[in-house]
């Protein structure tokens, strides 16, 4: 069963860092690229950050840019997302999502195969 798992969420403070994990089980990373995406209740999905599946390529939203950072290792299958100086406006549930297409997944818009369930992130003011 193709599966990614997200790990790492939690609740917070306004200031603090967190470290996000998108592990694969039952194929591989290392030919896809791989996106975090985020949902606030009430809010539209949104884009966080992608990268490709090298790590050559990779895209930031506006809203997280100097704050986090996306890298990957393939050896691993995991990709990870730092996430320093949280605001309460990063409060959503953030998920991973696998695409072959690192063009594709940095529109934001694209419909990525693979999904995982999702971890909360919860910043406190």
């Known amino acids: 069963q193709l599966q990614l798992v997200e790990s790492g969420g939690g609740l917070v403070q306004s200031g603090g860092s967190l470290r996000l994990s998108c592990a694969a089980s039952?194929?591989?990373?290392?030919?896809?690229?791989i996106g975090w995406f985020r949902q606030a209740p009430g809010k539209e999905r949104e884009g966080v950050s992608c990268?490709?599946?090298?790590?050559?390529?990779?895209k930031y939203a506006d809203s997280v840019k100097g704050r986090f950072s996306i890298w990957r290792d393939n050896a691993r299958n995991t990709v990870f997302l730092q996430m320093n100086s949280l605001k309460p406006e990063d409060t959503a549930v953030y998920y991973c999502?696998?695409?072959?297409?690192?063009?594709?997944?940095?529109?934001?818009?694209?419909?990525?195969?693979?999904w995982g369930q999702g971890t909360q992130v919860t910043v406190s003011s």
């Open positions: 039952g194929f591989t990373l290392d030919a896809l690229a």
């Open positions: 999502a696998a695409d072959v297409s690192f063009v594709a997944l940095a529109t934001w818009s694209s419909r990525p195969a693979h």
């Open positions: 990268i490709s599946s090298r790590g050559t390529n990779i």
